[in-house]
C-alpha cells in the first residue's frame, strides 16, 4: 500500500527566509511524487512532480523538492518566501508498480503562512 | 486555467435529499478522477473513470454514492439521502493520457443541514 506523510500541520516563516515543506512517503516500489497547492476558495494547483532522474525537480513559482530515496522523502523548498505563498499545500505520491490507474494518495497538508 | 470546469461552486441541501455534482473536463477523453475533501482534512479517492474500461469505484464511500461519465466526457457524482457527514468540497481532476499529473477543478462546496 502506498501512503505519504506531511509530519507539519502548519509552517511559519518570514517573508524573505527560506521555505520548507516536510514530505515523506511509503510504496512498495519506485515511487511517483507530487506537490499541489492550494489557495483559499480554490482548487488545487500543479507545482511540480518527481518521476525519474534528477532527484532535484524545479517547478512553478520558483519552488523546487529534492527526492531522497534513502530517506524515502520529498521536501519542498523555495530560496525567498513571498506573503503570496502563504497556502495550504499537498504532497501525493503514486506506486505506479502496483497502481496503473494513476490514483494519487495525499498527505493531510501543511499550512504555510508567510508573515511580513 | 486547469481545462476543468465544475458546477455548482456551492450547493447546500438539506439532510436526506439528492444532488448531482457535475465535472466537465473541458479537453475531453482524459482519464478523470473525482476526490473528497473535508474540512481540513486531505483529499479521499471516490472514483476513477479511463475510457471505455470499467470504472475503479473503491474509494466510494458508500451504495449513496455513484458516479457516471457520459461519452467519455462530462461526469455527474450523485449523492442519494445525503446525510450531514457527507458536507465536503468535491473535486474532480482530469490527466491527460501518457502524463502522471493531475489537474483539478475548483470544487464543489457540499453543505448538508
Known amino acids: 500500500a502506498q501512503s505519504v506523510a506531511q509530519p507539519e500541520d502548519q509552517v511559519n516563516v518570514a517573508e524573505g527566509n527560506p521555505l520548507t515543506v516536510k514530505c515523506t512517503y511509503s510504496?512498495?516500489?519506485?515511487?511517483?511524487l507530487f506537490w499541489y497547492v492550494q489557495y483559499p476558495n480554490r482548487g488545487l494547483q500543479f507545482l511540480l512532480k518527481y518521476i525519474t532522474g534528477d532527484n532535484l525537480v524545479k517547478g512553478s513559482y520558483g519552488f523546487e523538492a529534492e527526492f531522497n530515496k534513502s530517506q524515502t522523502s520529498f521536501h519542498l523548498k523555495k530560496p525567498s518566501a513571498l506573503v503570496s505563498d502563504s497556502a495550504l499545500y499537498f504532497c501525493?505520491?503514486?506506486?505506479?508498480?502496483?497502481?496503473?490507474?494513476?490514483?494519487?494518495?495525499f498527505g493531510a497538508g501543511t499550512q504555510v503562512v508567510v508573515t511580513p | 486555467g486547469a481545462g476543468v470546469s465544475q458546477s455548482p461552486s456551492n450547493k447546500v441541501t438539506e439532510k436526506g435529499k439528492d444532488v448531482e455534482l457535475r465535472c466537465d473536463p473541458i479537453s475531453g477523453h482524459t482519464a478523470l478522477y473525482w476526490y473528497r475533501q473535508r474540512l481540513g482534512q486531505g483529499l479521499e479517492f471516490l472514483i476513477y473513470f479511463q475510457g471505455n474500461s470499467a470504472p475503479d469505484k473503491s474509494g466510494l464511500p458508500s451504495d449513496r454514492f455513484s458516479a457516471e461519465r457520459t461519452g467519455g466526457s462530462v461526469s455527474t457524482l450523485t449523492i442519494q439521502r445525503t446525510q450531514q457527514e457527507d458536507s465536503a468540497v468535491y473535486l474532480c481532476a482530469r490527466r491527460e493520457r501518457g502524463e502522471s499529473e493531475q489537474y483539478f477543478g475548483p470544487g464543489t462546496r457540499l453543505t448538508v443541514t
Open positions: 501525493a505520491v503514486r506506486d505506479p508498480a502496483t497502481d496503473s490507474w494513476g490514483k494519487l494518495q
Open positions: 510504496v512498495s516500489g519506485n515511487p511517483y
